[in-house]
């Protein structure tokens, strides 16, 4: 298998090159058997991966040492679930699997939607099978996982345990789930600037793929925040590190573009905006990993540093290119003919949403690559962390934060000031009496005061749209509350999926806000020693060291500290943590040591202990965190994803070629967010 | 480790440079036995290097008659703005806090803690460490020379940016509004062989309604 697997990865890359080559002959000479020819060379690719891939795996789990790969990422005594994701957590690895997701999303999507776009096919196909060639070929050339080894050895090397984690093995498939859904969209944008045709079609295929992408970036980020957290034991889940950062900007410019299109469907405006948004969204995936695997940036998640960085610049700065003399020479072609009618309308709320979503990619994607600027202008070495990013995004985020609650209150098209005054008193008065409680409980922090506001704010917009949506429907249809808010979603997925992903953001910019909160202490403890500390909410906890054990078991040394909890008098429980050393057979120490936080949480606050060290056999260092809300950013994560599916759920064909059209004729009173059919 | 400036040069040599020299490092890297630290190192098996040779020693000589000017809490607030140079990206504070196995933030933390008996301010303190390491060992660059340009940048892009899309708004408002009183000035020929229907969708054909 390990052969069959080594062989088809080499048929894939000259399948790729048949297709990219003969798809875009097909295309450029308008021959329907050659195009047909390409498609059925992507095709064949996916099957020639797919068998790599099996290949692979099949190493892996076979514990076939004499591959560099395996030898290099699993040990016989790993549990075979990991064994199984040690797939994706080498450079080499990850190529493949990049190339597996990537032909298998092409595949689907040009199966799917070949009878529909027949002009825009091949283009696609032959720009689709460009990039995999592209991945195939590093994956041959620079980072082969069927790179033998002189000897075989005894065991492996495993995984580092730190990585041996539920959300280790989730977050980078996700997040390459996402990064390569943005190149279906980037292909039919480039078919589309090729051909200079770009349609209702063209619409459906290219959200369809952004919201799958979009879908699977937040999963990925938000597993990846989670894991830092419980994990890495530094009390928090999102350090602004360059790696965090690339694949956090195709998220944002997949979001600026999932509202933008929405113009696009009612209003035929912004076509060009859209297309450069897909391609951006696509070269930020590209230059992500390039950051990623190039060591360029210093990281934390410095992987690998070796030559694949010099192919993805190399296949960056080509894409980028091309893709700037397409735009620069066709954009034009792709010119709206609609009408402006206010400059207070949901059209223009929208403009300033994309102002601020690109924006914010753009002082993250400033401040992630300023070093090298700096580097290159004053020879000087700089870093750019979190202070920066803090201060120049949380003005933007709670601009935008702003805008959520305002964009679907305003009409499409016009918005008169009797419709602004009804539809902004409820959710206004919301925001404000949120403040206000605050103040009176003795909040201060002005940044965190506006954002509670907005989060009230935009929650009060969400509330007021379900509920003048149910009560709509339960004038018309006499249905209960539940039936009603099940119909109201279910009829229009994308509009209350829309709004569900908005609460979810609301949760998130509620758990951030709560940062500004979080106290550090640093605590030493003997056995039976007690501290006392005050939270951010007031109340008295007394941790009582319970002592420090050490244990020695064959594959690790740990060092735990058990603290009795109290709140208030109450007790709470035990609250452990540890500081592992994992070693080898032979007693050498593997790895860098290892932290098990002692978390509890509570949707009010997470108490966090890590234990540092162990000094005199009985004293226990500590640092004693009181994260506030860290909960919500779970949960708002979690609700970001249900909101996506709901979006995302397939609906009937009929339905779906008129979706953007669906009119919804509101009953008198729901006024003014109705949407009309524009299009005749 | 490649460091950024090896990379840029070999990027400068170009691709072909990368080709031929890369089969050379893959023929040592198979002779390599098992357990080679430095195999470590260049696989994602280790979340990063740490480079536990990494402090400097920053001293000041101390005030005369030097009484401490900063306590505990803006001593922490100042670790926060100095970066462990381990190799973890973390600020001095949270590294030593949370990773015992770093010998560098406590080194650090040592460099400070001197510091601020001798009596300097955060602002010395933070100078001192600037001067021994450079410009890297702060958290976020400084507000003054070219690295102004990395706090600017960002939000004078968005409100250009923004005052763009007004001014293109305003302009498109106003072609639209003549194209709007146009039409309401347009009187349909009544004398054209047509149904109303048929003048309907010509006039929508017009207005661009078709054009999604």
């Not at chain 1, 992630?368 to 979190?386: D, H, R, Y």
């Not at chain 1, 002692?598 to 009010?604: D, L, P, Q």
């Not at chain 2, 001014?167 to 349909?188: C, D, N, Q």
């Amino acid at each position: 298998m390990t052969l069959i697997g080594e062989l088809s990865l080499w048929v894939a890359l000259l399948m790729a090159a048949w297709s990219t080559t003969v798809s875009y002959a097909g295309g450029a000479l308008r021959r329907d058997d050659l195009a047909d020819s390409g498609v059925r060379g992507l095709y064949a690719t996916f099957a020639m991966v797919l068998l790599a891939s099996i290949g692979l795996w099949t190493a892996l789990l076979s514990r076939d040492y004499s591959l560099e790969y395996v030898a290099g990422h699993i040990s016989t005594n790993m549990p075979n679930v990991y064994v199984f994701t040690a797939f994706w957590s080498g450079q080499a690895g990850s190529m493949l699997f990049w190339a597996l997701i990537l032909s298998m999303y092409g595949t689907i999507a040009i199966a799917t939607s070949r009878s529909r776009n027949r002009e825009l096919i091949p283009w696609a196909t032959g720009t689709l099978s460009a990039i995999l060639l592209f991945f195939i070929a590093t994956t041959c050339f620079k980072a082969n996982p069927y790179t033998h080894l002189d000897f075989m050895p005894i065991d492996g090397r495993g995984m580092n345990p730190q990585l041996q984690n539920p959300g280790m093995a989730l977050h980078p498939p996700n997040l390459y789930l996402g990064y390569v859904a943005t190149a279906i969209p980037f292909a039919f944008a480039i078919a589309a600037l090729f051909t200079r045709r770009l349609d209702a079609e063209w619409l459906g295929v290219v959200r369809r793929w952004t919201l799958l992408s979009w879908f699977f970036l937040t999963i990925g980020i938000v597993l990846g925040m989670w894991w830092a957290y419980v994990e890495l034991g530094w009390g928090g889940y999102w350090a602004w590190d360059p790696v965090e950062n690339s694949s956090f900007l195709p998220w944002l410019t997949n979001t600026a573009f999932l509202h933008s299109i929405m113009i696009q469907e009612k209003r035929g405006m912004l076509r060009k905006w859209n297309v450069v948004l897909v391609v951006v969204s696509f070269l930020l995936s590209i230059f992500g990993t390039f950051i990623t695997r190039s060591g360029v940036i210093e990281s934390v998640h410095s992987f690998a540093q070796s030559p694949v960085g010099t192919w993805f610049a190399a296949f960056f700065f080509l894409a980028t290119g091309i893709t700037i003399y397409l735009v620069g020479t066709r954009l034009k072609d792709l010119e709206a003919r609609a009408e402006l009618e206010s400059m207070v309308s949901r059209e223009a709320a929208f403009l300033y949403n994309n102002l601020l979503l690109v924006g914010i990619a753009f002082a993250v994607l400033w401040g992630t690559v300023f070093p090298i600027l700096s580097e290159w202008a004053t020879g000087n070495k700089v870093t750019v962390g979190p202070p920066f990013f803090n201060t120049v995004n949380i003005p933007l985020g709670l601009l935008l934060l702003a805008l959520t609650g305002i964009g679907p209150l305003i009409a499409w098209r016009r918005a008169s000031v009797s419709n602004l005054k009804r539809q902004f008193a409820s959710p206004a008065a919301f925001g404000v009496i949120v403040a206000v409680l605050l103040i009176a409980l003795g909040m201060r922090d002005v940044y965190a005061l506006v954002a509670y506001a907005l989060c009230g704010f935009v929650a009060g917009t969400i509330i007021q749209e379900f509920y003048k949506g149910i009560r709509a429907r339960q004038a018309i249809h006499n249905e209960s509350v539940v039936a009603g808010f099940v119909h109201l979603v279910g009829r229009n997925r994308r509009r209350y999926g829309g709004y569900i992903v908005h609460a979810g953001i609301v949760m998130l910019f509620a758990a951030f806000a709560g940062l500004g909160f979080k106290t550090d202490h640093d605590i030493t403890l003997k056995t039976g020693d007690a501290y006392d500390v005050v939270d951010p909410y007031g109340h008295k906890w007394r941790f009582v060291s319970q002592g420090v054990s050490t244990s020695d078991r064959p594959d690790r040394v740990s060092e735990g500290v058990a603290l009795e909890t109290f709140r208030d008098g109450k007790r709470i429980g035990i609250i452990s943590s540890e500081k592992r050393q994992y070693k080898d057979s032979q007693g050498n120490a593997l790895f860098e040591k290892s932290t098990e936080a002692g978390i509890k949480s509570t949707a009010r606050l997470d108490t966090y202990v890590v234990l540092a060290g162990v000094r005199d056999r009985d004293t226990a260092e500590m640092r004693v965190t009181f994260n506030p809300l860290v909960v919500w950013v779970w949960a708002g994560g979690f609700v970001m994803m249900i909101g996506g599916l709901i979006v995302m759920w397939p609906q009937a064909e009929k339905r779906r070629a008129q979706a953007g059209y669906t009119a919804v004729m509101p009953p008198a009173g729901a006024g003014a967010a109705a949407e009309l059919p524009v299009t005749v | 480790m490649t460091t950024r400036r090896d990379f840029l040069t070999r990027l400068a040599g170009g691709a072909a440079a990368a080709v031929l020299t890369a089969p050379r490092a893959h023929a040592q890297q198979r002779g390599m036995i098992m357990h080679d630290t430095s195999m470590v190192s260049k696989d994602s098996s280790n979340l990063f290097v740490m480079d536990q040779g990494a402090a400097r020693e920053v001293r000041l000589p101390a005030k005369a008659n030097a009484v401490p000017v900063l306590d505990a809490d803006a001593r922490d607030a100042l670790e926060h703005r100095i970066r462990c140079q381990c190799g973890c990206t973390l600020d001095v504070y949270t590294c030593r806090t949370t990773d015992f196995s770093c010998q560098v933030s406590p080194a650090m933390h040592a460099n400070v803690m001197d510091l601020v008996k001798g009596g300097h301010s955060a602002q010395e303190i933070i100078d001192a460490f600037v001067g021994v390491y450079g410009e890297r060992v702060l958290m976020a660059p400084k507000k003054s020379g070219f690295n102004l340009l990395a706090w600017i940048t960002p939000g004078a892009a968005v409100v250009v940016a923004g005052v763009g899309i007004v001014l293109w708004l305003k302009r498109w408002r106003e072609r639209s509004a003549g194209i709007e009183a146009a039409r309401a000035t347009f009187v349909p020929p009544t004398d054209i062989d047509a149904t109303p229907e048929e003048l309907e969708r010509l006039q929508a054909a017009v207005r661009g309604d078709d054009d999604r």
